[in-house]
């Protein structure tokens, strides 16, 4: 149950001891499937040492469970650094990816491209401490170029992409009709309905984190409107831990501990059993990730 398509666990946990607290109190949760997403064209190996590290002070039960459920992305976000390094980060990515396949092991291969794509938001006081000098045409065409190579490189190696879109709906549309690789995850989704559908007749999943909870008296009937109008085939759930955590812990620092409560306002919104929704989101991400 409770499964998490996104979150940063080193970011969230960069402490040995309370990264295996975490993964041990996630474990008990029985989840079938969380995956630690990139950010950075060099983080992979060094995520994947910080989780080797965490697993080694872990009970052996628990770490046995956390081996079954604990996939990795790789991906660029688009930063302005990123995206003005593009071409050295793209191969800079690639040989991560190359050297985890080697020494990955128990984790099997990267499960996904991402998170990459499109932020056109800009708030100086956001971690990413973007203004408006920031999106100059030469970064609007480099963080579009980022973008369109990840997808890329998604198609050449088979795999699912996590799309990051914020403030660009047009923008990520037409760079994913360009690429011609629809399969994936629109992250965080933050658009409506008659985007959602855009992207679900591509052939897109939907994830949903614990933004949705914050909807106001304004906003619920449109909320209630979007959570039912996902299908339960394209529907996911996530964290992005550590940010973004759902009512009542806003404000707090995020974790898949808190996913459950994601879980408990969109099965009642839907209608639905939260172990129903449960089992739609497993279902989803045994097709989108192909796994037995």
């Known amino acids: 149950m409770f499964s ?17 607290e975490t993964l041990k109190r996630y474990a008990a949760m029985d989840p079938y499937f969380a995956m630690d997403i990139g950010t950075h064209s060099d983080d992979l190996m060094d995520r994947l040492g910080h989780l080797e590290s965490c697993i080694s002070a872990m009970d052996s039960d628990s770490a046995s469970k956390v081996e079954k459920f604990f996939r990795f992305s790789a991906g660029i976000w688009p930063s302005v650094p990123e995206i003005e390094s593009r071409l050295e980060g793209i191969r800079v990515l690639e040989k991560q990816i190359e050297s985890f396949s080697n020494a990955g092991g128990r984790f099997g291969s990267v ?33 579009r170029e980022l973008f369109l190579m990840q997808l890329e490189l998604a198609e050449r190696m088979d795999l699912p992409v996590v799309v990051h ?46 933004s949705t909870t914050y909807a106001g008296k304004s906003r619920i009937e449109e909320m209630h409107a979007l959570l039912n109008y996902v299908p339960d085939d394209r529907i996911l759930l996530e964290t992005d831990a550590p940010y973004l955590s759902p009512v009542p812990l806003r404000g707090k620092p995020n974790s898949p501990l808190n996913i459950s409560h994601t879980y408990a306002f969109i099965a009642g919104h839907r209608g639905v059993e939260v172990e129903m929704l449960c089992e739609c989101v497993d279902s989803n991400v045994r097709t989108l990730f192909r796994l037995g």
């Open 4 to 20: 998490d398509t996104h979150f940063h666990f080193k970011t969230m946990d960069d402490s040995i001891e309370a990264g295996a």
């Open 111 to 143: 499960a996904a491209i991402g998170e990459c794509g499109l932020d056109h938001h800009w708030n100086p006081s956001n971690p990413d401490a973007r203004d408006a000098g920031d999106f100059s045409d030469s970064v609007y065409r480099g963080e």
């Open 165 to 210: 879109s914020r403030d660009a709906f047009e923008d990520t549309l037409s760079c994913l009709d360009e690429a011609g690789w629809h399969r994936g995850i629109i992250h965080c989704y933050s658009y409506g309905i008659n985007e959602a559908r855009k992207f679900l007749d591509r052939g897109w999943y939907v994830a949903f984190g614990g």
